[in-house]
C-alpha cells in the first residue's frame, strides 16, 4: 500500500470525500508546491495545474490551431507531454513559459500532420514580417461588419474572427501578449526568438487588427476566445482519466 504524502504542503489540497470544492488553501499553492507534489504522484496537484494554466494553454493552442476542438485535443495530449516530463521542469522559468512551449510544440506538430506537405509556421528569428502581404487578411471583409455593433458579444465575435485572420506569424505572438498579457520577454523565451521580433510581430498584429476593427478592437480583448468552465472542466477530466494514477476530487476552475 502506498504511504500518504508527506510534503508540508500536502495537507493544503482536498482529500477524497471533501468535496468537489478545493480548500482556499489549495487556491493560494504556488507553481513550484504544486509541482512537488504533482511528481509525488499526486494527480489532484496536477489538476490545480491544469485549472491555473487552462484558459492561456488553450487559447495559445486555439491561436495555431484555429479550431475549438483540435485545441481541447491538442492541450490534452500537452498537458500528457507535461505530466511525463514534470521531473525535467527547472524552476528558473515559470511554468506557465515551460508549457506554453509545450502547447505550441504539440498544436505545431498536429497541424504539420493534418497538413501534410502544406507550409507550417517557422518560429524562427530571421523569418522576416514581409514575406508575404498582408494587409489583404484584413481588409478582405470589411464590407462584413455590421454598421452598429451595440451588443460586446457582437464585438467579441467580430474579434475572434479578426485574430483567426492574421498570419500565422503574428497570431499566436498577439494572442499570448493582448489576450492573455503576457510579457514581451515571456512570449520570446516561450517562442524561442529575440524580445525584438515578438515586439515588432505583436505591433504588427495590432496595426492590423486596428485597420479593421478600429476603437473596437480594447474593448473585445477580455473576451476573446470565451473559456468557460464546462470546457476547463472537460479539458481536466479527459486528461486525469488518462493519468497512471487518478483521484476524482477536484475543484472547479478558478
Known amino acids: 500500500m502506498s504511504q500518504p504524502l508527506t510534503h508540508p504542503v500536502a495537507s493544503a489540497l482536498p482529500r477524497p470525500g471533501d468535496g468537489l470544492a478545493p480548500p482556499l488553501q489549495g487556491a493560494s499553492l504556488g507553481d513550484a508546491d504544486l509541482v512537488v507534489l504533482a511528481l509525488a504522484g499526486d494527480s489532484r496537484a496536477f489538476a490545480l495545474i491544469m485549472r ?3 484558459r492561456l494553454l488553450f487559447r495559445t493552442a486555439r491561436s495555431i490551431l484555429g479550431n475549438d476542438c483540435e485545441a481541447e485535443d491538442a492541450l490534452q495530449e500537452a498537458y500528457l507531454s507535461a505530466w511525463r516530463a514534470l521531473g525535467r521542469f527547472r524552476a528558473e522559468s515559470r511554468l506557465s513559459t515551460w508549457l506554453v ?3 505550441i510544440n504539440e498544436a505545431l506538430g498536429r497541424r504539420r500532420r ?3 506537405g502544406a507550409r507550417v509556421i517557422a518560429l524562427d528569428p530571421t523569418m522576416t514580417i514581409d514575406e508575404e502581404p498582408v494587409e489583404h487578411l484584413v481588409e478582405a471583409d470589411a464590407g462584413e ?3 452598429h455593433l451595440a451588443m460586446r458579444a457582437q464585438v467579441r465575435r467580430l474579434m475572434e474572427h479578426r485574430i483567426d485572420k492574421l498570419p500565422d506569424t503574428f497570431r499566436t505572438v498577439f494572442m499570448l501578449r493582448a489576450v492573455e498579457e503576457m510579457g514581451f520577454d ?3 523565451q516561450a517562442l524561442d526568438v529575440p524580445e525584438a521580433t515578438v515586439r515588432t510581430r505583436y505591433f504588427r498584429a495590432r496595426g492590423l487588427l486596428r485597420e479593421g476593427l478600429s476603437r473596437e478592437v480594447d474593448v473585445a480583448l477580455g473576451d476573446a476566445f470565451s473559456f468557460d468552465g464546462a470546457r476547463c472542466d472537460r479539458i481536466v477530466a479527459g486528461v486525469l482519466a ?13
Do not use: F, K, M, W
Open 52 to 54: 491555473r494554466h487552462n
Open 114 to 116: 493534418e497538413r501534410s
Open 101 to 103: 512551449r509545450i502547447v
Open 186 to 188: 515571456e512570449i520570446a
Open 242 to 254: 488518462r493519468l497512471p494514477t487518478v483521484r476524482r476530487d477536484v475543484g472547479p476552475c478558478g
Open 145 to 147: 461588419r455590421p454598421d
